[in-house]
């Protein structure tokens, strides 16, 4: 954790190379991966077991990551 907050702040301190710049967009198919993973399974505990959850939540859900 304290690696992740050192390099972090050094990036905002002397920014990023052009290089390394287009490997920190990795999160993006990460985050849309996880959710993806989220509604699929939020469907499938609603088919199976019948919970349920509203549109609401899915959409705060969904925002928040």
């Not at 954790?1 to 702040?9: M, W």
């Not at 993806?36 to 919970?51: C, D, K, N, P």
């Amino acid at each position: 954790v304290v690696v992740v907050i050192t390099a972090f702040n050094s990036m905002l301190h002397y920014g990023t190379a052009k290089e390394a710049a287009p490997t920190l967009m990795i999160i993006i198919p990460i985050m849309t991966t996880l959710g993806i993973m989220a509604l699929r399974q939020s469907h499938g505990l609603h088919m199976t077991f019948e919970v349920h959850s509203t549109a609401g939540e899915t959409m705060v859900f969904l925002s928040r990551l």
